[in-house]
């Protein structure tokens, strides 16, 4: 609206003529489209999930060559294999020279040595004082023995619940243990609860695992034996 037409006619313009004067160039309808395309670029971020890296090592290839030169080629898959349980024998103990000792140590794969407290509290340290972390075993059948700390004069045993603890009593039958070999190591299975697969363990933190929670393979349930003169 120019100022020439309103003092020609005398009169102020009407809303419906001033507003059809606007020029609609100002409004950007691109603003639109860009907030619409950031929002859809956000959902496909959130519908986005990492995948989880795979860590799978690949086959080896080894290339041989025969006596003219040709090459041969052999490919190897990589299987993660996993060592056998097998029932201790005690007529091969010669073979280990811990067991001509008349004490012993056990070291588990967790880096603690099992101890028995003059409490009975069972648990894993790292420096054990040399009384609580000696033991004495006993065979009792095929296969089977009873661990002692002849110091504190406790049986290592099972409750009901899969808590290991001290048991002075020896004729109960919580305290006998199968001896099984898994490779250099050897763990022990309780005989009464063998049905459930109860195994002695200790955890990463020194604390005994539960009997509910071991099973063959793990870590916690493999010791090594030391003797101690």
Same mark, same amino acid.
Not at 51 to 60: G, L
Not at 63 to 76: K, L
Not at 177 to 185: A, D, H, K, N, R
């Given at each position: 609206?120019?100022?020439?037409?309103?003092?020609?006619?005398?009169? +102020?313009?009407?809303?419906?003529?001033?507003?059809?004067?606007?020029?609609?160039?100002?409004?950007?309808?691109?603003?639109?489209?860009?907030?619409?395309?950031?929002?859809?670029?956000?959902?496909?971020?959130?519908?986005?999930?990492?995948?989880? !890296?795979?860590?799978? !090592?690949?086959?080896?290839?080894?290339?041989?060559?025969?006596?003219?030169?040709?090459?041969?080629?052999?490919?190897?898959?990589?299987?993660?294999?996993?060592?056998?349980?097998?029932?201790?024998?005690? !007529?091969?103990?010669?073979?280990?020279?811990?067991?001509?000792?008349?004490?012993?140590?056990?070291?588990?794969?967790?880096?603690?040595?099992?101890?028995?407290?003059?409490?009975?509290?069972?648990?894993?340290?790292?420096?054990? $004082?040399?009384?609580?972390?000696?033991?004495?075993?006993?065979?009792?059948?095929?296969?089977?023995?009873?661990?002692?700390?002849?110091?504190?004069?406790?049986?290592?045993?099972?409750?009901?619940?899969?808590?290991?603890?001290?048991?002075?009593?020896?004729?109960?039958?919580?305290?006998?243990?199968?001896?099984?070999?898994?490779?250099?190591?050897? +763990?022990?299975?309780? !005989?009464?609860?063998?049905?459930?697969?109860?195994?002695?363990?200790?955890?990463?933190?020194?604390?005994?695992?539960?009997?509910?929670?071991?099973?063959?393979?793990?870590?916690?349930?493999?010791?090594?034996?030391?003797? $101690?003169?």
């Amino acid at each position: 609206m120019s100022l020439r037409w309103i003092q020609e006619n005398q009169e +102020a313009p009407t809303c419906d003529e001033e507003s059809s004067d606007i020029d609609d160039s100002g409004t950007d309808d691109s603003y639109d489209t860009d907030m619409s395309n950031d929002n859809k670029n956000d959902n496909e971020d959130d519908s986005w999930h990492r995948k989880k !890296r795979e860590t799978t !090592r690949a086959s080896t290839t080894t290339v041989t060559f025969g006596e003219n030169g040709i090459p041969f080629y052999s490919t190897d898959k990589l299987e993660r294999t996993t060592l056998p349980c097998v029932l201790w024998d005690p !007529r091969k103990s010669i073979q280990n020279p811990a067991y001509q000792c008349q004490l012993i140590k056990f070291f588990c794969r967790t880096g603690y040595h099992l101890t028995i407290s003059t409490v009975g509290r069972v648990c894993g340290q790292r420096n054990p $004082h040399e009384q609580i972390g000696l033991f004495h075993v006993t065979p009792v059948s095929f296969g089977v023995v009873r661990i002692q700390n002849p110091e504190t004069l406790h049986y290592l045993a099972f409750n009901k619940k899969g808590h290991l603890y001290g048991e002075l009593k020896q004729n109960k039958d919580n305290t006998e243990w199968e001896q099984w070999s898994i490779g250099s190591y050897e +763990a022990f299975r309780s !005989r009464k609860y063998s049905l459930k697969g109860w195994w002695i363990g200790i955890k990463k933190n020194g604390r005994p695992k539960s009997g509910d929670k071991t099973e063959w393979g793990q870590k916690a349930i493999q010791f090594l034996i030391i003797g $101690h003169n």
